[in-house]
C-alpha cells in the first residue's frame, strides 16, 4: 500500500472482490494485480485462509516490486466442522460457481438444526523487501434455509448476518460493508499500520 499516491494493489481476479475493498478504502484508488501487469494464477495451497493470503500477496509483490494486499476468505459452517472453509470458491468442484456452491452447501446442511456460520477474510499486506502485515476479521451468523434476495455474491444470498439481522443477500452494499469480515480484516489491517 503506497500510502504517498493513494494506490492499493490488490492480488485478485474477483471482480465483486475489488468492488467491495474498493468501496471500504475509498480513500485509495484500487487496483487490480492484472491492471498492474502481473497476470498470473498463482496455486492457493496453505492449509488456512492466512496462508492463502500470504501466498498470494508474496508472488504479486515479487513480480510487481511493490507492496501488494491480498486476502483469502470464506464461510465456515458449524454443523459441517467448518467446511467448506478455504474452499468456499470451488466447493461444488468448479471455481467460482456462486450457485452451485451455495445449492452444495442446503443441500449438506438438510435436516441439520444447527445453522450457525461465520464469514471469516485473512488479509496480508505484503512488501517487496518481504514485509509482512497480517490481520484477520470474522461476521456471524447463519445459513438461511433458502435463499433470501440476489444481492452481494457468493454465499451472501444464503446467509442470515447477526449484526444486520437480514441476509446479505438482500442488505446494501453499505450495510454489508459496515459489518462484513472483509471491512473487520481491513480495519484491523489499517489500525496495524497507523
Avoid at 445453522?115 to 496480508?124: D, E, L, S, Y
Wanted: glycine share 10%.
Amino acid at each position: 500500500m503506497q500510502k504517498e499516491n493513494g494506490t492499493l494493489i490488490i492480488a485478485t481476479g474477483n471482480a465483486h472482490k475489488l468492488q467491495e475493498i474498493a468501496e471500504i478504502f475509498n480513500d485509495y484508488k484500487v487496483l487490480s494485480q492484472k491492471q498492474m501487469g502481473f497476470d498470473e494464477d498463482v496455486e492457493e495451497t496453505g492449509k488456512t485462509f492466512m496462508e492463502n493470503a500470504l501466498i498470494k500477496a508474496h508472488a504479486a509483490s515479487k513480480a510487481l516490486g511493490l507492496p501488494v494486499l491480498a486476502d483469502d476468505s470464506g464461510i465456515c459452517v458449524d454443523a459441517l466442522n467448518g467446511a467448506p472453509g478455504i474452499f468456499s470458491a470451488r466447493y461444488c468442484g468448479k471455481h467460482g460457481d456462486d450457485k452451485g456452491n451455495r445449492q452444495l452447501l442446503l443441500k449438506n446442511l438438510e435436516g441439520k438444526e444447527n445453522r450457525k456460520a461465520h464469514f471469516t477474510c485473512a488479509v496480508a499486506l505484503v512488501y517487496p523487501d518481504g514485509k509482512e502485515v497480517m490481520a484477520e476479521g470474522n461476521t456471524y451468523g447463519s445459513i438461511l434455509w433458502k435463499e433470501d434476495g440476489n444481492g452481494g455474491f457468493g454465499y451472501d444470498p444464503i446467509f442470515f448476518s447477526d449484526d444486520l439481522q437480514k441476509s446479505f443477500g438482500i442488505a446494501s452494499a453499505e450495510e454489508k460493508n459496515s459489518v462484513s469480515h472483509r471491512f473487520r480484516a481491513l480495519q484491523a489491517l489499517l489500525a496495524k499500520m497507523e
